[in-house]
């Protein structure tokens, strides 16, 4: 079952894609968690250019950082589904991720590794295309933090004390947002993970993400991070949650 079938079915056309296509009720009985747009097992192109993010992020990292980190978990995930003998056929990467403990570590680094830097690179966008949360995340970030500068101080907080190599995360549950943080490559759809909820905004917090430019300020490289959100992205994934 492809990922494009399970996000079909978990979109706004759910109805009526049932309707047409009998067999894809067991695709969304099979499958609890929500896909995040359609992460597949491949890097995607990027959409932007590397330098498209200054002056918060720089030309240099963004290119080591998509050509060399990420694009090696995605090989390093590509040999672990090798040697394991995963059907990703019949398994969406978010399936996968849901039961991790039964894979191995390296399977856990990499595969978390491919998805959230997948999931980063679709949640930025330029500095210049400014945009903000759609009326109902807004309203969502109201009820679930007070305001949505409680909830910028709350994701930046989490940012700051992950101590060591880690994400940030918004994360959306049963129609509740929360904020919270995974170490190494761990993210919030794996069983192994404390944080739960299906991923709407993550931030890589590892030095390979901001040393040459911020060297050890992060907490600079968290604050920049607020001028190059894809909010579309965000709305995207909050709308299928
Ligand atoms: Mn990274």
Redesign the pocket.
Known sequence: MSSRRKFITQSAQATAALIMVPDLLSATTAQPIVPAGEIGYKQEALGYSFNSLEPSIDALTMEI?YTK??AGYTKNMSDAILAEKVDTSALAITELLAKISSYSTKMRNNAG?HY??EL?WKSLRAPRTFNMPGDALMKRFKESFGSFDAFQTKFSDAAKSRFGSGWAWLVGENGKLKVGSTPNQDNPLMDVSDLKGTPLLGL?V?E??YYLKYQNRRADYISSFWSIINWDQVNERFNQC
Do not use: P
């Open positions: 950082h980190h990420a590794g959230n830097h980063f890589d590892w390979h993400a």
